[in-house]
């Protein structure tokens, strides 16, 4: 007998999403998911082999997909020919309110819920995998944005663009949930354009 299918990943995986964001990662259980979603448990596990990775990959098509809005508007920034150059980082600290506004709750899931109460010490190895991939893909963002400013990659100059485009959108923005306040993006870009203008450390000579 075929194991029963799910003919939309994305729908279970909204549903979790939903779930998580609503009461929390304990609230997320395979019954409650498959009833949220409209199909099973046994189809649930079909494509997820346990509810940690279940979990796993609800987090990760949220944090891809807020990584591809990034990752557009820096693209955007640095094929503007009249931008100025610090407009592209500028354009990855807006980030977060681009895509609250876009995906509303795949960013409340980023923001509200930590992110090690959504992956555990269990996941497949594939998952691990994704996981490290998606964290490469950031670390290689910020190196890009400090060679296009400094021609620069030491651990100095991505601390300083860490900086700007994680933790000042997390002190202005997230930790007090000003996300779609327009007052808070303006500070947000006159506090980046701050950092950038002083530019980096010095490399140690380790670098």
């Not at 409650?32 to 990760?60: C, D, K, M, P």
């Not at 990659?153 to 000042?168: H, N, P, S």
């Not at 002190?171 to 506090?191: E, G, K």
Request: include cysteine.
């Amino acid at each position: 007998m075929p194991r029963p299918r799910i003919h939309d990943r994305d729908t279970v995986l909204d549903a979790a999403e939903a779930l998580a964001v609503q009461i929390g990662p304990a609230g997320v259980t395979t019954r409650a998911v498959a009833a949220a979603a409209g199909t099973s448990n046994g189809a649930i596990y079909h494509s997820f082999r346990s509810r940690g990775e279940l979990l796993a990959q609800t987090w990760l098509r949220a944090a891809r997909a807020f990584l591809d809005v990034q990752n557009a508007l820096v693209e955007s920034a640095l094929a503007d020919p009249d931008a100025d150059p610090v407009s592209a980082v500028v354009a990855a600290a807006d980030a977060p309110a681009v895509f609250y506004g876009l995906h509303p709750q795949s960013s409340r899931l980023l923001l509200r819920v930590d992110r090690a109460q959504l992956l555990g010490d269990d996941l497949p190895e594939d998952v691990v995998t994704d996981l490290a991939a998606l964290d490469r893909a950031l670390i290689g963002l910020m190196k890009r944005l400090s060679m296009h400013l400094w021609k620069r990659k030491d651990a100095r100059a991505v601390d300083a663009m860490t900086l700007c485009i994680v933790d000042l959108p997390t002190a202005i923005m997230l930790s007090r949930n000003r996300i779609d306040d327009p007052w808070a993006r303006t500070q947000l870009t006159s506090a980046v354009r701050a950092v950038l203008a002083g530019g980096p450390p010095s490399p140690t000579t380790e670098e």
